[in-house]
C-alpha cells in the first residue's frame, strides 16, 4: 500500500489540470457509500485574510477491513505550486520502503504510511478522528496567499464513506464582511457590467441604422443580428449581476439560470448568423440550399448540448463523478461547431470563383469573393482565439490575474462582432454590390490569379 500516496497525488495532479478556478459560491453535496480515493471540490486564490470553512455531518465510513483507521480519511488544502513536490516526495518514499508481506488472517491493518494526509506538501485541516459523533464544523485561517484546492482524502484501503459536506471559500474584507470571489476574478463583475454598457450602446446604433437611416436596406440578416446584440446584452448583465451576488452573498440569488438562459440564446444565434452571413442569406439569396439548411440542422442542436454541458459543470463541480465527462462533451461539442460553421463560408467562396469566370461580373463577384475571405479569416481568428488562446491565458496567469482573459475574451468578442456588423451592415450601395464596369477587364485576370487559392 506504499504506493497507495504517490497514485493519489498523480490523480489530483490530473484533477487539478482539469479544474478551472470558479467563483466559490456556498456548496452544499452529499455523498453515499463513496469508493473514491480523493474527491477535488474547487480551487480558490485567497490573499492574506483568506479562510475555508467546512461544515461534516452524517459521515460514517464502512470498510472491508476491521477497522478503518479515521486519522487516514480527512480534508486537506494544496497549493498549485507544491503540487509537483508533493507527487515527487510520494513516489520517493513508495520506492524507497520495503515491501512486507501480507499477513493471510487479515487481521492486521494495512501500511497507510504514503497516505497524501501525511505528506509535508499539503496543509491538513482535519481527519474523521477530530469528529464528534459524525459531525464537524470550523473555520481555517489561510495566512499564506496563494491559489489552493480544497480535496478529501480517502486512504483506507477497501472502505466507503458516506457525509453531507458544506464548504465555503472566502477572503475576509477589511469591513468583517466575506468576498467569496477569489483574489484573481474580483474585477470580474466589473468587467461585465462594463461590457454590458458597450453592447448597450452598438445595440442603440445598430437599431438606428435598421429601422432608421437604412430601413430601407435592411434584410432579415439584419435583424436576426439584432437579437444577437441583445442576447450578448443581457449575457453580460446576468453574469455580471451573477458574479456580483456570489461576491456579496456566496449564491447566485437565480442570477445563474438567467445566466445559463442567455448563455444558450446567445451561443445559438451567433453561431446561426456565423452560418448565415457565410451563406449570403438574404442579402446575397433569399433562400438556403439543402447543404446550408443540414449545417443549421447540426449547429443549433450541438449548441444546446454543449450549453447544457456548460450548466452542468458550473453547477456541480470536480466532487461530482460525471464532471470530468462532461467536460470532454463540452470540448468536443465545440469543436464541431466550430468546423461546422466554417462549411457554409468555404462552399460560398467556392461558388463565386466558379461564377466569376462565367458570368461576366468579375469585378463584383471578386468584391464578394474577397469579402468572405475575409469573414472566413476573421471567424477563423476568433474561434481560435476565444477556444485555445484564452484556455491558455488562464492557464498560465498567475492566480492574481485570471481575470484577464476573461477580459481578453470579451474584448476579442466585441471586436468580432463590429467587424462582423461593420461589415455585413444594410447599405444601398456597399462595396460587394457597386463597382463600376471599366474594372470588370482588371477583376477577371485577378480571378483566374486567385486560382491557387485553395481551402
Not at 480517502?154 to 465555503?168: D, F, H, K
Not at 445595440?203 to 432579415?220: C, E, F, G, H, I
Not at 492574481?400 to 477580459?407: E, F, G, M, P, T
Not at 471586436?415 to 474594372?439: G, I, K, Q
Request: aromatic share 12%; hydrophobic share 45%.
Amino acid at each position: 500500500m506504499a504506493t497507495a500516496g504517490a497514485r493519489l497525488l498523480l490523480l489530483l495532479a490530473v484533477a487539478v489540470a482539469l479544474a478551472s478556478p470558479a467563483a466559490a459560491e456556498i456548496r452544499s453535496e452529499s455523498f453515499h457509500e463513496d469508493p473514491r480515493h480523493t474527491i477535488l471540490f474547487e480551487k480558490f486564490g485567497f490573499s492574506k485574510t483568506g479562510a475555508v470553512r467546512i461544515i461534516l455531518s452524517g459521515a460514517a465510513v464502512s470498510s472491508s477491513f476491521a477497522r478503518a483507521d479515521p486519522k487516514q480519511i480527512g480534508f486537506f488544502l494544496l497549493a498549485d505550486e507544491s503540487l509537483l513536490e508533493a507527487v515527487a516526495e510520494s513516489r520517493d518514499r513508495a520506492e524507497k520502503k520495503p515491501k512486507e508481506p501480507e499477513d493471510p488472517s487479515g487481521a492486521d491493518e494495512p501500511d497507510l504510511s504514503g497516505c497524501v494526509l501525511s505528506s509535508p506538501y499539503v496543509k491538513t485541516l482535519f481527519t474523521f478522528h477530530d469528529m464528534e459523533g459524525g459531525h464537524y464544523n470550523k473555520s481555517f485561517p489561510v495566512t499564506h496567499p496563494d491559489e489552493y484546492s480544497l480535496y478529501f482524502a480517502n486512504c483506507a484501503p477497501q472502505s466507503l464513506v458516506s457525509m453531507t459536506v458544506r464548504t465555503e471559500m472566502y477572503n475576509a474584507n477589511r469591513d468583517g464582511s466575506k468576498d467569496y470571489l477569489p483574489v484573481g476574478q474580483a474585477p470580474v463583475p466589473a468587467i461585465y457590467g462594463f461590457a454590458a454598457f458597450c453592447y448597450a450602446a452598438f445595440l442603440a446604433a445598430w437599431l438606428y441604422l435598421t429601422l432608421s437611416r437604412d430601413r430601407v436596406s435592411a434584410n432579415q440578416i439584419h435583424h436576426l443580428m439584432s437579437a444577437l446584440l441583445v442576447a450578448r446584452l443581457l449575457y453580460c448583465l446576468s453574469a455580471a449581476e451573477d458574479q456580483h451576488y456570489i461576491r456579496v452573498t456566496g449564491t447566485p440569488h437565480g442570477w445563474d439560470v438567467a445566466f445559463y438562459l442567455f448563455q444558450l440564446v446567445k451561443g445559438v444565434i451567433l453561431f446561426a448568423v456565423i452560418v448565415l452571413v457565410g451563406t449570403g442569406w438574404s442579402f446575397l439569396r433569399p433562400f438556403l440550399q439543402d447543404r446550408e439548411k443540414k449545417v443549421l440542422m447540426v449547429v443549433i442542436p450541438l449548441q444546446v448540448i454543449a450549453n447544457i454541458a456548460a450548466a452542468v459543470i458550473g453547477e456541480t463541480g470536480p466532487f461530482w463523478q460525471g464532471w470530468v465527462t462532461w467536460n470532454q462533451i463540452l470540448m468536443l461539442v465545440d469543436v464541431a461547431c466550430c468546423c461546422a460553421v466554417l462549411f457554409p463560408v468555404v462552399w460560398s467562396m467556392r461558388a463565386l470563383r466558379e461564377t466569376s469566370k462565367t458570368d461576366g461580373k468579375a469585378a463584383r463577384n471578386l468584391s464578394k469573393l474577397t469579402l468572405f475571405r475575409q469573414f472566413y479569416t476573421v471567424v477563423i481568428g476568433y474561434l481560435y482565439f476565444t477556444r485555445i488562446a484564452v484556455y491558455m491565458l488562464s492557464s498560465i496567469a498567475s492566480y492574481q490575474y485570471r481575470w484577464v482573459s476573461i477580459l481578453s475574451e470579451e474584448v476579442a468578442a466585441m471586436a468580432f462582432y463590429v467587424f462582423m456588423f461593420y461589415t455585413f451592415r444594410p447599405a444601398e450601395r456597399s462595396n460587394y454590390f457597386s463597382l463600376h464596369d471599366d474594372d470588370e477587364e482588371e477583376a477577371a485576370e485577378m480571378v483566374l490569379r486567385e486560382e491557387e487559392f485553395e481551402l
